[in-house]
T-cell receptor, first 112, second 115 residues
Framework: AQTVTQSQPEMSVQEAETVTLSCTYD???????LFWYKQPPSRQMILVIR??????QNATENRFSVNFQKAAKSFSLKISDSQLGDAAMYFC?????????FGTGTRLKVLA | ETGVTQSPTHLIKTRGQQVTLRCSSQ?????VSWYQQALGQGPQFIFQ???????GRGNFPPRFSGLQFPNYSSELNVNALELDDSALYLC??????????????FGPGTRLTVL
């Protein structure tokens, strides 16, 4: 079965500091896509970053970057220079195509 | 801005009733997916429509059904509501569901409460 595990229900980070959110997944596919979505209290899921499994280079979007370890089936999200607006639920998602499979989420608190 | 909208924002129904949730996809997107997000959980895939045909389905019973229209709008229908159907329902539109690299853009969701 294809599953996504986020083992950190909640994380806290001081404003301007760096935090890493963990995600592991299980699949027998070799070609797939991984995503991090942010869900603020407004409930709208916002795409943060996307990684293609065939690319060895880690994706980066401004202050957000990933550490993609295909052999270990690990896909962590690093947020640098954390801002108050980063506070939200973060969901890791895996897709072999068609559907997305989500983890249970990590709630990120940013402390001023 | 994703351009995906959903209505209504909130809805309260009683057990056994039927409900229709609506979604307006981003212009040019011919694929819509629906997800159920129970409290404290990640979204679960219900089904996907591509060019008005069902393109894939998750582990949900047949009382969950959908429609997609040529004007980029779509509906999720749930019959014989059960208490466990209480959840946030998200729709996501994407450019082409047949492409593995398709990225989904989500709407703000409809919160359904079943009493």
């Amino acid at each position: 079965a294809q599953t996504v595990t986020q083992s950190q229900p909640e994380m806290s980070v001081q404003e301007a500091e760096t935090v890493t959110l963990s995600c592991t997944y299980d699949t027998s596919e070799s070609d797939y896509y991984l995503f991090w979505y942010k869900q603020p209290p407004s409930r709208q899921m916002i795409l943060v970053i996307r990684q293609e499994a065939y690319k060895q280079q880690n994706a980066t979007e401004n202050r957000f970057s990933v550490n993609f370890q295909k052999a270990a089936k690990s896909f962590s999200l690093k947020i640098s220079d954390s801002q108050l607006g980063d506070a939200a639920m973060y969901f890791c998602a895996y897709s072999p195509g068609l559907k997305y499979i989500f983890g249970t989420g990590t709630r990120l608190k940013v402390l001023a | 801005e994703t351009g995906v909208t959903q209505s209504p924002t909130h809805l309260i129904k009683t057990r056994g009733q039927q409900v229709t949730l609506r979604c307006s996809s981003q212009s040019g997107h011919n694929t819509v997916s629906w997800y159920q997000q129970a409290l404290g959980q990640g979204p679960q895939f219900i089904f996907q429509y591509y060019r008005e045909e069902e393109n894939g389905r998750g582990n949900f019973p047949p009382r969950f059904s959908g429609l997609q229209f040529p004007n980029y709008s779509s509906e999720l229908n749930v019959n014989a509501l059960e208490l466990d159907d209480s959840a946030l329902y998200l729709c996501a539109s994407s450019l082409d569901g047949l492409q593995r690299a398709d990225t989904q853009y989500f709407g703000p969701g409809t919160r359904l409460t079943v009493l």
